[in-house]
């Protein structure tokens, strides 16, 4: 009996990772930086948020891109101060986008809102030495599309703002999302198409999420290498968009291909995001969480990808 297509699929990646760990063996020496995003924490404090990061390893944080007006968000001093009290630093700033500041929008005050929502996520996001802002091309939420220029509408609402990004150093890292939450840009090759349109040095880079992946690629190891040096960020989550290890997800091949692009590369970052099943996983940026679901959540998945990562360095042909 024949392969199975994802058998042939993990063969080859497997191969190709043995056969640039032996012949580059350097590159495999550093470990992946992870991250976590806290947007889905809710209301809980920051403080918090960095205790629970800290006490389970990490060095890096996601940050809520929570800037919504000029009195709301995170105020910077005293978010270096909680950050340094716990030994975290920023990686990047989780962009939000909905109805009310959608790219894509056919009504130009929500165009606007979203250009304004940018300035402001990429001073903070420099401000906090992160390396990326998440933006999504249109609103999370709304799978249906306005019309048919959406897409045009989007590139030039992005490209009137890109020229911040570079006056930063900020990376702008757009996010394809799967066709129930959004309605454009779903996969790797659509951000690419969506990247070339925009077509400016400040908007270069893709935010990847394996739960979308899951969804809208044929393969998600095929993907993170068909996104290759442009994938600043990859956000996790097992199959059911629980903790890692709790699903299905060959997380093994996904490691190797991770490895492959050079994931493992300062600046670079893995970042878990399991925010559970549903249609749009926002409302619990607003919400009260149960910080012992949260607790068990980091540490069952920051646990079991570094037992997985180490496995997969130990492989031999």
């Not at 205790?51 to 995170?74: K, M, Q, T, V, W």
């Not at 249109?138 to 990004?165: C, H, I, K, M, N």
């Not at 757009?174 to 309605?183: F, K």
């Not at 996904?254 to 590369?265: C, E, F, K, R, S």
Request: glycine share 8%.
């Amino acid at each position: 009996m024949g392969e199975q297509v994802v058998d042939r699929w993990r063969r080859q990646v497997r191969e190709q990772f043995l056969s640039a760990k032996r012949d580059r063996p350097d590159a495999f020496e550093r470990r992946i930086d992870l991250s976590w995003s806290n947007w889905g924490f809710g209301l809980e404090d920051l403080e918090v948020s960095c205790a629970r990061l800290a006490r389970e390893g990490l060095s890096f944080i996601e940050l809520h891109g929570n800037h919504y007006g000029d009195d709301l968000g995170y105020d910077v001093a005293r978010t270096r101060r909680v950050l340094d009290a716990h030994g975290l630093s920023t990686s990047g700033v989780c962009g939000m986008f909905s109805d009310d500041n959608d790219l894509s929008s056919n009504r130009p005050l929500e165009q606007q809102a979203a250009i304004d929502y940018i300035r402001r996520e990429v001073a903070f996001t420099e401000e906090m030495g992160g390396q990326y802002l998440l933006v999504v091309p249109g609103s999370v939420g709304r799978p249906d599309a306005y019309d048919s220029s959406e897409f045009p509408r989007s590139v030039q609402a992005l490209r009137t703002v890109a020229e911040v990004f570079v006056e930063a150093g900020v990376k702008a890292a757009i996010e394809p999302i799967r066709s129930a939450e959004v309605s454009l840009v779903h996969t790797v090759e659509d951000a690419v198409a969506y990247i070339e349109a925009v077509d400016h040095p400040g908007v270069a880079h893709i935010n990847g999420d394996v739960y979308h992946m899951l969804v809208e690629e044929a393969n998600i190891p095929l993907a993170i290498l068909d996104a290759g040096q442009r994938l600043v960020n990859l956000h996790m989550a097992d199959t059911n968009r629980l903790a890692l290890g709790k699903g299905s997800m060959d997380l093994d091949t996904i490691i190797m291909a991770l490895y492959l692009i050079g994931m493992n590369t300062p600046g670079r970052f893995v970042t878990p995001e399991p925010l559970g099943p549903g249609a749009g996983p926002y409302a619990a940026r607003t919400a009260v969480p149960d910080a012992a679901v949260l607790d068990a959540l980091v540490h069952d998945t920051i646990t079991y990808f570094r037992e997985r990562e180490e496995a997969v360095l130990a492989m031999e042909e």
